[in-house]
RNA sequence: GGCGGGGUCGCCAAGUGGUAAGGCAGAGCUCUGCAAAAGCUCCAUUCGUCGGUUCGAUUCCGACCCUCGCCUCCA
């Protein structure tokens, strides 16, 4: 089955067809972070999402590569690294490594090329240069630079690609406020901004006069450094689908003249406990304040996935708490089919094919997640069954194995680490064993509790106790 | 105001013009010295409300109620 996706540019679910003739390399970028401070669970959201579109896509055979900004110069950046009186690369540095921890701790795939905002201001420059020269941007008397969406417009171009937009009404637009920029028209977005006093020493020479890039540049011109002026998909928020990639459309193409990017996919944001994720209201997280209330990235990861990418997801501490029931019958399985499978190496079997065509046919399907989880579990079910039945085969438990890691290459949660017990822990189990030899039940409940206060679990399996860590 | 998502079991969440996946939580049973793990069984005659189309609608149409998002630098 064809992949499809769900394309903002038609609003329609299409197949997935790349533009590389021998289709097999697949361009794909994803609007990266801001560097100004921790992640929240929002954001990863989106990162997760981008990362389960890459797997898929190398699921199905694809070579894809992928690229992921890093927004290293912006409004808050600057003003934040005024208030802390660090430099621009100081400041961005810690998030930016805090970031990529992070997106580890998630079990993200890395982009193959994640370039920064501030390596790549020639690009950009030269970006600017060329819409300049095709009469679609225009030097304002600050020394701020302006796309003009008429211009862009008079050529022919669509401006709301992403987006119905009724210009008209956007240029009559009530919302004349503090218009700070010298632009000829509201809607016109900056391409370069003039350097100003509280820039500080944020600042690159140009052909207009010193100053920085806008916010939309940046993506246009490094996106098509890694990919080409026309690549395959790009992803992002919901929230960036309108200004920020039309606004890359618009610089893309009014520079090129060549379409940008064939599939937009757009993530869904997330509420929190229900509500709209804000500090405010104490339920905005990081990942790091989640990891310090014992929640594990797996399961953050786990739960991010469990709902279709393009459905508002509420986000919950009780769904989190599920989440590592459901991925412990998950671990539980695949850890007995490894020892009983452990010497085999099959390829998946007949058994497994069922639920590797039922697992990729719900991801083709515009990646319904949903519906793969409802294949994973059922498999988990009937693979119980038949390990409980004995049924199971060293060569089955090997094949099994095969299709499981086939579809954790999608799914990326893993397994969890098989942890050693401490020789303390493994003596206290073999006190247990022989106080339930000798009928002393009561001593052994005692160091059953006793182990459970050190974190670890003793199950008594008919291979004798198993040593669980909590 | 304009545009666009949603309202499905206690919680999370798929899905379909033909009678409701899956996860978590919960109940009972099997196994166990007791547990744990695992298995089995049960857990929405019902899909925001009211109309309409239809042999049949949760699924299509209309109205209404509620909710979330975007509308110039927020994932």
Redesign the pocket.
């Known amino acids: 089955m064809a992949l499809r996706f769900h394309n903002t540019l038609t609003r329609s679910v299409q197949d997935f067809v790349p533009l590389d003739p021998a289709g097999k390399k697949v361009g794909l970028y994803c ?1 990266g ?2 560097v100004y401070d921790f992640a929240h669970i ?2 990863w ?2 990162f997760v999402f981008a990362d389960l579109v890459r797997r898929t896509l190398e699921f199905s055979g694809y070579d894809v590569r992928h690229v992921m900004n890093i927004t290293d110069v ?3 950046i600057i003003k934040r690294v005024r208030e802390a009186k660090t430099t621009l690369r100081d400041f961005t540095g810690q998030y930016e490594t805090a970031f990529f921890d992070d997106l580890k701790a998630l079990g993200c795939r890395l982009p193959h090329v994640t370039p920064r905002a501030t390596e790549h201001i020639p690009e950009m420059l030269d970006l600017i240069a060329k819409l300049l020269e095709r009469g679609v941007a225009y030097k304002a008397a600050d020394g701020s630079v302006y796309f003009s969406i008429e211009k862009y417009r008079g050529c022919g171009c669509t401006y709301g690609q992403l ?2 937009l ?1 210009y008209d009404e ?1 240029r009559a ?1 009530r ?1 004349v406020t503090s218009d700070e920029y010298d632009k000829e028209s ?2 016109d ?2 391409l370069w ?1 003039a350097r100003v006093l509280e820039d500080g020493e944020v600042f690159w020479a140009s052909p207009w006069g010193e100053g920085r890039p ?2 939309h540049i940046e993506c246009s011109a490094m996106s098509m450094k890694a990919l080409g002026r026309t690549f395959d998909l790009h992803l ?9 990639h039309e606004d890359e459309i618009a610089q893309s193409e009014g520079a090129t003249g060549q379409p940008f990017v064939k599939y937009w996919m757009h ?5 929190v406990e ?1 509500k ?2 804000s500090k405010s209201l104490g339920n905005f997280f990081t990942l790091r304040d989640l990891l310090a209330k014992g929640y594990s990235g797996r399961e953050v990861r786990y739960l991010l996935l ?3 990418y ?5 986000f ?1 501490l ?2 989190l ?2 989440a590592k ?2 991925l ?2 998950i671990d ?2 695949v850890g007995k089919l490894r020892e009983l499978g452990a010497q085999g190496s099959s390829p998946p079997g007949s058994a497994s094919s069922d639920f590797l065509a039922r697992f990729s046919n719900a991801l083709s399907d515009d990646l ?1 997640i ?2 793969a ?2 294949a994973v ?2 498999w ?2 009937d693979t ?2 038949r ?2 039945d004995t049924a199971l085969t060293a060569a089955d438990a090997a094949s099994a194995l095969a299709a499981w890691e086939k579809v954790d290459s999608v799914l990326g949660i893993g397994s969890k680490a098989e942890a050693e017990a401490p020789g303390e822990i493994q003596a206290l189990a073999e006190e247990r064993t022989a106080a ?1 030899k000798a009928k002393d ?1 009561k001593r ?2 005692a160091i059953r509790e006793e182990l459970k206060a050190k974190g670890w ?5 008919p291979k004798g106790p198993k040593l669980k860590k909590v």
């Open positions: 609007c972070p801001t929002g954001n959201r989106t912006e409004d808050k987006v119905k009724n956007m637009g919302r509201l809607a977005f900056a901004k806008g916010w992002g928020g919901e929230d960036l689908a309108f200004p920020h993530g869904a944001h997330l509420m229900g709209k994720m469990t709902a279709h393009r459905e508002t997801f509420n919950t009780e769904g708490t599920g029931t459901a412990a019958r539980e399985c319904n949903s519906a989880w409802a579990f059922d988990v079910r119980n069954k390990l409980a339930k039940f052994a409940d679990a003793i199950e008594d399996t």
